[in-house]
């Protein structure tokens, strides 16, 4: 291998090992790899900007403002009100995946999983099912729906835009359909008769695995007049009473951790840890405020709600603490506790630093509730009833959306004009407000295709991609074409799981392509076999966004998506493997 060669390797497993790791940023960890591509001179800088006006780029950007304005007009409301409806728990997870594949081919799947995942909570605290028997099939289905078309994920229009770039015609807007709905169809029953089985039957959360200590953390103050002034927390037995447990004192600015012994004094703050309902009870019984509440001067005389909600994968938010958010002063909201997996905190709130699937409980307005249904930072799970939405914007979203399908799947307009065609009309319609566009679109996803591309480029100019398939066919041997599409399905499909399938992609279409024509294929049937390795991501939590959303609000375990999601995976490629060749020949 060549210095240029042995360089670029060095970059793709370090972003491999950062993509894994979760440490840094993916938009960061993609620049990171860009900048160094040109300053190792393996790339020319006017390659280095070529993603951020690449076609997938600029049509990916256009889709989130289309599936934003689907959200945010109220389009999904009829159908979501209709589910909510359904009591029995298998019905509820059969309907919500027949309802969510067919729109994920359509309206992007973490809006989808972030609209149903509080109707689908709601359902089960109803009928006394435990989430786990439903969130997990229902983020699984938004995938098999976003492989269906060309614009129902990312990561199809991306492996468009790089099969154009190798030489390859574009793919049609419904050319994946065929092969994704017979996908689909045995994914789902799949998921009904073997997958539910192989699901835990009660929540594994933090609640039942640290002594039932409960859900979540707040700050309880003792008025003067409290009946524990002067007690010891051992005295009191909150725990063994009320529920509740005493993780820290807080006696002005000293920290006490150790508080069962002490006696506790009026203006003393406990850091306290249980279930809600619990917690205010007790705090109610014992005299007691709560110290956010307290801290921030609360309004009395205006309506307040309490509000649940999650830290969404890739939020803006994460990272920060309670103080840097400061939701008091930023959206006239009071963080009263919080509930974060794995771990019991210990620190003060101010200085919680958040995470994705952290969950907080904000007390608020109607005003502030009704716009933290569209904060893309957050997943709403529970509230009061959602105030309707006019029902003329959401019918003007349908429809425009609908359009852009139409124009694009005849091939009237370019993919990228229809789409940004479509959003400019869901903005005239007034399908989303005028700072709703860019709050709603995820940049960081357009950074990371904008500088991950350029990798690709490398990988190829440098020469490396065909010195990775050289030594891959050396383990394929003589067993043909089907071997080699088989290896290039396995190696997406594991690097999806490590990295993601947008990065995945980039790194695999160009060595696909070489592989093809190093075995005499066509190269056509092994782009779509990446194409379909890396938008179903079923093994971790942390191959996909929608895998992410439900492992913390369902309480999975690592593990349970391994049991369910290494059967299906192996089920889709061997279903990939015959169907592949049938519909795209092998053979040029």
């Known amino acids: ?76 409301e009829p159908l979501a009100r209709l589910l909510s409806r359904i009591r029995k728990p298998w019905l509820l997870t059969l309907a919500l995946m027949l309802a969510i594949a067919p729109m994920g081919a359509f309206v992007k799947n973490i809006a989808l999983v972030a609209t149903f995942l509080p109707l689908a909570l709601r359902v089960c605290a109803n009928t006394g099912t435990s989430p786990v028997r439903v969130l997990l099939p229902m983020a699984y289905a938004a995938q098999m729906g976003g492989v269906c078309t060309l614009i129902g994920t990312s990561s199809n229009l991306l492996t468009d835009s790089l099969a154009q770039q190798h030489g390859l015609a574009g793919f049609g807007v419904f050319e994946f359909t065929r092969l994704g709905a017979l996908l689909a169809v045995v994914g789902i029953t799949y998921l009904m008769l073997v997958g539910r089985w192989l699901l835990p039957q009660e929540t594994t959360t933090v609640a039942t695995t640290q002594n039932e200590i409960g859900k979540f953390v707040t700050e309880l103050k003792l008025n003067a007049s409290s ?21 820290e004192l807080l006696r002005g600015d000293r920290h006490l951790w150790s508080p069962r012994s002490q006696r506790l004094e009026a203006h003393d703050v406990l850091l306290v840890r249980g279930d809600w309902e619990k917690i205010e009870q007790f705090r109610k019984r014992a005299d007691l405020e709560l110290d956010p509440e307290h801290r921030f001067g609360n309004d009395r005389g205006s309506a307040r709600v309490l509000v649940e909600v999650m830290v969404k994968p890739a939020s803006t938010v994460e990272g920060n603490t309670l103080e840097e958010l400061d939701f008091k002063r930023n959206m006239d909201a009071i963080a009263l506790a919080v509930h974060q997996r794995g771990r019991i905190l210990r620190d003060k709130l101010k200085d919680v630093r958040l995470a994705a699937g952290d969950v907080l409980l904000l007390l608020v307005n109607d005003e502030v509730a009704t716009a933290l249904r569209g904060d893309e930072r957050f997943v709403v799970l529970s509230e009061r009833e959602d105030t309707r939405r006019t029902s003329g914007r959401a019918l003007a979203a349908v429809l425009i959306m ?23 009309a869901m903005a005239v319609a007034g399908c989303y407000g005028r700072k709703d566009l860019y709050q709603g679109i995820d940049w960081k996803i357009i950074v990371l295709l904008a500088a991950i591309l350029p990798l690709g480029t490398a990988i190829e100019t440098s020469g490396l991609s065909h010195t990775l398939v050289q030594a891959g066919i050396g383990l394929v041997g003589d067993h043909g074409p089907l071997a080699a599409l088989l290896l290039v399905y396995l190696l997406t499909a594991l690097l999806t799981e490590l990295m993601g399938h947008n990065p995945s992609v980039v790194l695999m279409i160009g060595i696909a392509v070489t592989v093809a024509h190093t075995v005499g294929a066509d190269p056509r049937p092994f782009v779509v076999a990446v194409a379909f390795a890396a938008a179903t991501s079923f093994a971790t939590p942390v191959g996909y966004p929608t895998n992410t959303m ?39």
């Open 227 to 247: 009946p524990l002034v002067g007690q010891t927390i051992a005295e009191a037995k909150l725990g063994e009473k009320h529920g509740i447990y005493a993780l």
């Open 402 to 424: 609908a359009t852009v399908v139409l124009v694009s799947g005849l091939h009237w307009l370019p993919i990228p004009i229809a789409a940004i065609s479509g959003a400019v």
């Open 1 to 76: 291998m060549t210095t240029p060669q042995w360089l670029t390797l060095a970059i793709v497993l370090c972003a491999i090992v950062l993509f894994a790791s979760e440490k840094v940023r993916i938009d960061i960890v993609a620049l990171i790899v860009v900048v160094l591509l040109v300053v190792l001179d393996l790339i020319t800088p006017a390659q280095a900007l070529a993603g951020f006006s690449n076609e997938a780029t600029v049509t990916v950007a256009a889709m989130f403002a289309l599936s934003l304005g689907i959200e945010r007009s109220g389009a999904l």
């Open 550 to 588: 439900v492992y913390y609000a369902g309480g999975y375990r690592f593990m349970d998506f391994m049991k369910v999601g290494i059967p299906l995976i192996a089920i889709f490629c061997a279903l990939s493997m015959y169907l592949i060749p049938l519909f795209w020949p092998l053979q040029p």
